[in-house]
């Protein structure tokens, strides 16, 4: 039996979302993530089977088999993917999501403000292209 890789489905077009992608790939040494833009055919259907719109989005999400995770549990389940020292971070565990929710839907409605949009849809360098879907 294969092992199930997260998949993590963000938005190619915003500056931070795309940074945040390019961080999981240099961080990410094990190759435990894979990625997918919501534009693209893969990030769009798993965006539709979680109840997402994409034209719209209000947070990525890490796909793990038959969950997927949003909003803050979303970015601690990258950090704890991540290793050390990044899993550190997984201690904003102990804010309740309450709190951490509203920040990250907070930014995530704002991004295209605060960071900018890309020109075109990101894409990871040709070291990296086998593990976005």
């Known amino acids: 039996m294969s092992e199930v890789r997260p998949i993590i489905v963000f938005d190619a077009e915003c500056l931070l979302c795309s940074a945040n992608a390019q961080f999981v790939l240099d961080h990410d040494r094990q190759g435990r993530f894979l990625l997918a ?33 949003r909003d803050s549990d979303a970015i601690l389940a990258i950090w704890a993917g991540l290793g050390w020292p990044w899993r550190a971070a997984t201690a904003f565990r102990l804010v309740p999501r309450a709190l951490l929710d509203p920040v990250y ?3 995530a409605r704002h991004r295209y403000w605060l960071f900018g949009p890309r020109d075109t849809c990101w894409l990871p360098g040709p070291a990296f292209r086998d593990r976005l879907l």
């Open 37 to 69: 833009s919501m534009q693209g055919e893969a990030g769009s259907a798993l965006y539709r089977r979680f109840g997402i719109d994409q034209a719209n989005p209000d947070t990525l999400i890490v796909v793990e088999g038959n969950r997927a995770r």
């Open 105 to 107: 839907r907070w930014v």
